[in-house]
C-alpha cells in the first residue's frame, strides 16, 4: 500500500503545475486523498481534499483559486493543479489519506498514511 507524488520541478512565477498522486495496493477512490505541504520556515498545511464518497472537494481558504483538485478512477491517481504559481508556493507537496477510513477530509490533518512528497520550486 503506497502513496506516491510526483510532478514537481523548477517553474517560473505565473506558471503552472499539475501533481500526480498515485496510489498502489488500493483503489484510491474508496478513500479521501489530501494535498499537503510544506513551506520552509511554516508548519505543513493541508492544500486541497477530495472526498471518496461523492467526490466533493476542499481547499484551504487562503489558496482557493489557484488550486483545483481532480481524481482519474482509471489511473488510480489523482492530481493537484496550481495555477499561477507564486515564489511562496515553494515547498514540499505530499498527499495522504486515512486507510482506516476513519478520518474525513474535514479533518484531513489527521491522515495517518503519507506518500512521499514531490518539490516544487518557483523562482525566476
Known amino acids: 500500500v503506497q502513496l506516491q507524488a510526483s510532478g514537481g520541478g523548477l517553474v517560473q512565477p505565473g506558471g503552472s503545475l499539475r501533481l500526480s498522486c498515485a496510489a498502489s495496493?488500493?483503489?484510491?477512490?474508496?478513500?479521501?486523498i489530501g494535498w499537503f505541504r510544506q513551506v520552509p520556515g511554516k508548519e505543513r498545511e493541508g492544500v486541497s481534499c477530495?472526498?471518496?464518497?461523492?467526490?466533493?472537494?476542499y481547499y484551504a481558504p487562503s489558496l482557493k483559486g489557484r488550486f483545483t483538485i481532480s481524481r482519474d478512477n482509471v489511473k488510480n491517481t489523482v492530481y493537484l493543479q496550481i495555477t499561477d504559481l507564486k515564489p511562496e508556493d515553494t515547498g514540499v507537496y505530499s498527499c495522504?489519506?486515512?486507510?482506516?477510513?476513519?478520518?474525513?477530509?474535514?479533518?484531513?490533518?489527521?491522515?495517518?498514511?503519507w506518500g512521499q512528497g514531490t518539490k516544487v520550486t518557483v523562482s525566476s
Open positions: 477530495i472526498d471518496n464518497s461523492d467526490g466533493t472537494t
Open positions: 495496493g488500493f483503489t484510491l477512490d474508496k478513500w479521501p
Open positions: 495522504a489519506t486515512d486507510l482506516g477510513g476513519r478520518v474525513p477530509c474535514e479533518t484531513m490533518d489527521d491522515f495517518t498514511s
